[in-house]
């Protein structure tokens, strides 16, 4: 079992700036991949960033160059420094972590970005 708290969303003005946390617990030692996912209203949940158990990183075309995802293992947690913001960045952010055969998911955190 995985659980996976996420934190770190909120309102913001285009061109701000975020940081969301996923505090990951349980049986870390068998995730292969933690990822971040977004879901807006009326859109299918898709893949943010991604990064592996050896640090390979993976992006979404549309977040290229202004969202970094990161992790440290001393505290368990993976982040997500969103910069630059976008309305059309507006969702509920999902942690993700993968193991072997199963995938557990986090509670979301809302990110909101005004015009």
């Known amino acids: 079992q995985v659980q996976l708290v996420e934190s770190g969303g909120g309102l913001v003005q285009a061109g701000g700036s975020l940081r969301l946390s996923c505090a990951a617990s349980?049986?870390?030692?068998?995730?292969?991949?933690m990822a971040w996912y977004r879901q807006a209203p009326g859109k299918q949940r898709e893949l943010v960033a991604a990064i592996t158990s050896g640090d390979s990183t993976n992006y979404a075309d549309s977040v290229k160059g202004r969202f970094t995802i990161s992790r440290d293992n001393a505290k368990n947690t993976v982040y997500l420094q969103v910069n630059s913001l976008k309305p059309e960045d507006t969702a509920v952010y999902y942690c993700n972590a993968v193991l072997i055969i199963k995938q557990y998911w986090g509670q979301g955190t809302q990110v909101t970005v005004s015009s």
């Open positions: 349980g049986s870390i030692f068998s995730i292969n991949v």
